[in-house]
């Protein structure tokens, strides 16, 4: 941006140079259109007298930073526009200044030969407009950027929620695991716990091999369950294997109920079962299961 309005800047001054290099009179028509958009700001003397036109036509401001561009040219580019040495050539030299007033310009300070006389110029270019446009680009893009901030925010928060949801499910799964250990293998724990109390306090030796079996009976399925397990956490499963075969519910539900019942009673709790004259069909599941869940 700043190149092509260096750009802009040197073309109109090329053109307003071979305007006044060739033109014996400086209309004001001419002066109004080179002034007409504020891109340029001409300031000319006639044999180091300043033209009527400026006097009116420039405000305070400008005419301060016509005075500071003069003194610039002299003091740091060898180029005093009021200074009685004119040769036969156009000199001029071209710079950039800031004003006293913090305003930023493009200028350029010569001496145009004219035939009996000399006609001294500055001509400035304004770079506000170049500034202002500058500050907005500069906007758009912070406010692009921010755009940008908050969209890769809301990206990486999303996919970022999309890759925990699978961790908080295994999570979630691995807490149901435990609990679930933990209730299949309190059941046979808490009937070895009992079958070994009534052991201890038992006389008849048949009780006793009953009770003995019921340990041993009970030691196996904890051996499956504890396997059954490992399978699972080995294997990241969702369901217990089963071991299916044909099954006797009459058997289930006798077994069960031997193991449940010196529980129960240590609990005050009586326990009923009922079956019919006619033994149910078989069944196919897994014999252990049943008895556990």
């Not at 033109?23 to 006639?46: C, F, P, R, T, V």
């Not at 969209?151 to 295994?170: A, D």
Request: proline share 4%.
């Amino acid at each position: 941006m700043k190149t092509n309005d260096y750009s802009a800047f040197l073309q109109q001054l090329n053109s307003a140079l071979t305007h006044l290099q060739e033109q014996e009179a400086i209309s004001h028509e001419w002066l109004n259109q080179m002034q007409k958009d504020g891109s340029l700001l001409l300031y000319l003397y006639d044999n180091n007298k300043p033209l009527y036109y400026q006097v009116y036509h420039q405000s305070k401001q400008e005419l301060k930073a016509a005075k500071e561009a003069v003194s610039i040219a002299k003091k740091k580019h060898q180029m005093d526009i009021f200074s009685g040495n004119v040769h036969q050539i156009i000199a001029h030299t071209e710079f950039d200044f800031t004003s006293s007033d913090k305003e930023n310009y493009y200028a350029s300070a010569g001496i145009i030969p004219k035939k009996t006389s000399h006609l001294s110029y500055l001509i400035l270019f304004p770079l506000q407009k170049q500034q202002n446009q500058i500050s907005h680009l500069r906007l758009m893009i912070l406010l692009a950027d921010l755009a940008a901030v908050s969209f890769l925010f809301l990206f990486s928060w999303h996919f970022t929620r999309r890759m925990i949801v699978p961790l908080e499910n295994s999570r979630q799964k691995q807490t149901h695991f435990i609990a679930a250990a933990s209730h299949e293998l309190r059941a046979p724990l808490t009937i070895i716990h009992t079958a070994l109390e009534v052991i201890k306090k038992e006389k008849e030796p048949e009780k006793k091999e009953h009770f003995m079996n019921l340990l041993t009976e009970e030691s196996n399925r904890m051996q499956t369950l504890i396997q059954d397990m490992l399978l699972l956490a080995n294997a990241d499963s969702d369901h217990l294997p089963m071991q299916m075969e044909l099954c006797q519910p009459d058997e289930l539900l006798l077994n069960a109920y031997e193991k449940y019942e010196s529980l129960a009673a240590k609990k005050q709790i009586s326990l009923l079962i009922s079956l019919p004259d006619t033994l149910f069909p078989d069944c196919y599941c897994d014999r252990e299961l049943p008895i556990h869940c």
